[in-house]
């Protein structure tokens, strides 16, 4: 694989991601915010390394495998911290990562096919969205957790307890199932037997 600025960038999502649950874990104010810190950067550099591969002329198919696969590991990390903090059910988590990593199989088989797998609207949507939504909560038990004796902590605790992150998943889940779907039927050729 050419290292490419890009792709170090992009590489180093996959370093963070175990590093951001971690903190998330730790039950402690300072862990959390820590793991908001870090998720925060994770997602800006989604960004960085788009815009150093264009600016670069840096895209290579390497980068285009792994940075859609860097997001998911980052944000499986964080359902799977969501979970483990009983903030999201364990049939929302199993939706998300068998679509996440299932597309990634699917791109997979593309690439052998010499194919390119075409990604939907709705799957960019739903991948922003699974950014706002994680960084949100992680906000809401940042603030319900370091300041929760004011009104900041106390508003936090209640999008928490009265289901605001709760439905934010909602639609983050179903979003994975609808461009699942879009993916396989959009991409169907490639199971194809006929197709190569």
């Given amino acids: 694989m050419k290292f490419t600025y890009a792709n170090i960038v992009t590489l180093s999502r996959f370093f963070m991601a175990p590093i951001f649950l971690i903190f998330m ?8 915010t820590t793991a908001l810190i870090i998720f925060v950067l994770a997602a800006l550099s989604d960004w960085l390394d788009g815009f150093l591969a264009r600016k670069y002329g840096e895209v290579t198919d390497h980068g285009v495998f792994l940075d859609p696969l860097a997001d998911k590991v980052l944000t499986t990390s964080a359902f799977v911290a969501f979970y483990m903090l009983n903030l999201m059910h364990m049939w929302m988590l199993a ?7 299932g597309t990634t199989a699917m ?3 593309a690439d052998d096919k010499g194919m390119t797998m075409q990604t939907s609207y709705i799957a960019k949507v739903k991948t922003f969205l699974q950014m706002v ?3 949100v909560a992680i906000l809401c038990v940042v603030l319900s957790s ?3 004796n004011t009104d900041l902590g106390a508003y ?4 928490m307890s009265y289901g605001g992150v709760t439905a934010g998943l909602y ?8 461009s699942l779907i879009q993916y396989i039927i959009v991409n169907r050729r490639l199971f194809s037997r ?3």
């Fill in 95 to 101: 939706i998300i990562v068998v679509r996440d990593f």
């Fill in 171 to 178: 639609i983050v889940t179903l979003l994975s199932v609808y």
């Fill in 146 to 148: 370091s300041v929760p």
């Fill in 156 to 159: 936090a605790m209640f999008f």
């Fill in 107 to 109: 791109r997979s088989i």
């Fill in 133 to 135: 939504v994680i960084i």
């Fill in 25 to 32: 874990l730790s039950g402690t104010p300072a862990g959390n």
């Fill in 194 to 196: 006929g197709s190569s």
